[in-house]
Structure formats: C-alpha cells, structure tokens
Nanobody, 114 residues
Framework: VQLVESGGGLVQPGGSLRLSCAAS????????MRWYRQAPGKEREWVAA????????NYADSVKGRFTISRDNAKNTVYLQMNSLKPEDTAVYYC????????WGQGTQVTVSS
C-alpha cells in the first residue's frame, strides 16, 4: 500500500497550490479519502474529505470556500486545490485513505510566506 503526496512548496499569501496524492496497493475507488495537515507544534487536523464516488465532500471551517477536494478513480488519485492561501495554512499536508483500514501518506510541505 502506498500513498504518495506531491505538489507542496513555497507560495505567497493569496496564492494557490494543487496537491496530489497517488494511491496504489488497495482498491482506491472503495475508500473514503481525506486530507489532514499538521503545523509545527500543533496536532494533526482534518482538512477535507471526499466519498468513494466523489459525490460528497466536506471541509473544515478554516478552509471552506478556499480549498476543493476532488478525486479521479481512474487514476487512483485525490487532489486538494488550495486557493487564497494564508500563512496559517502552512503545514505538512497528508492524505489518508479510510475504509476498514486506514492508510497514510508521508506528507508534503506547504509554506505560505512572503
């Protein structure tokens, strides 16, 4: 089982980034997919979730209206489009797959700074 995040980097406040998480080794289309983040000195927090079919999405209040989660089951990939980024969005972003078991990626760093 592998979840590999990519797309992180340094961006100025107000900018955008698109994170990707490529999955392998399990039936991706059957799993709820989620994004979490962890800022330095803080606990990991849930950011967004998408149902197995992609028909239902949910967001933390802190990112609602700015972030969009999506998935492509044909490519076994989940995405997080992040717009209007703020310094407080700085964190390591992790993707998570959940059904009976839960799997985590290794994370990708997002830094929002001028």
């Amino acid at each position: 089982v592998q979840l590999v995040e990519s797309g992180g980097g340094l961006v100025q406040p107000g900018g955008s980034l698109r994170l990707s998480c490529a999955a392998s080794g399990f039936t991706f289309s059957s799993y709820l997919m989620r994004w979490y983040r962890q800022a330095p000195g803080k606990e990991r927090e849930w950011v967004a979730a998408i149902s197995s079919s992609g028909g239902t999405t949910n967001y933390a209040d802190s990112v609602k209206g700015r972030f969009t989660i999506s998935r492509d089951n044909a490519k076994n990939t989940v995405y997080l489009q992040m717009n209007s980024l703020k310094p407080e969005d700085t964190a390591v972003y992790y993707c998570n797959a959940f059904r009976t078991f839960t799997y985590w990626g290794q994370g990708t760093q997002v830094t929002v700074s001028s």
